[in-house]
């Protein structure tokens, strides 16, 4: 690893593994959740791409005494520690992950200037809102009300409670898609701004 800060890029990722407490350690101390080493990996790999950087010595900030042969640091806010790999020859492990302050998790952080990057978007919502149906037999009788042809009342509060779960959704579905390209643009701005403020170390 070289001696000056370098900028993490997917040749570097391509050396570097987890140990399993290093997985627990990033949920843990980012604040995004316990799950499957397959979901929060990824997570923190896409993490060390967006503001990444490789570095021989610690931050000041770094309180271990533990001996190390390098760091991956994510802007102010995180430091993953590294060792030489027994798996491989010229390869490095995560075998554990700390964070600038007690308790400062990724929100915290970006509130603090510490890293740019927004959390992980959560998924889509798996369905509609609820659409109560009192608000339908409203809609419904309304428009019976206005109708130019005969309709019963039960079928017009029932095609009144169809148009309306369907709004529902279809408002669902936009809003989670404007706040997708909200944060793949809070992500790409985060990203010029690392290196910027690196210079392209």
Known sequence: MSRRAVLVDRKLLGVVGFTDHA?????????????ARRQIEPIARDLLLQEGRALREPPS???????????????????????GSRRQRGAYDVVTVLTNGDRT????ARRRGLVFTPPPLGPPPARPPRVGWLGSVVAGLRDRRRA?????????IRRAHAVRVRAAGDGGVAAYEQERRRHADERRDAHERHLRRCGGA
């Open 23 to 35: 997985i627990e350690r990033f949920a843990e101390r980012s604040g995004v959740g316990q799950g």
């Open 61 to 83: 900030w770094y309180r271990s005494s533990n001996a190390a042969d390098g760091y991956l640091q994510v802007g102010e806010w995180m430091l993953f520690v590294l060792r």
């Open 148 to 156: 130019t042809e005969p309709i019963g009342r039960w079928a017009a």
């Open 105 to 108: 998790t990724w929100p915290v």
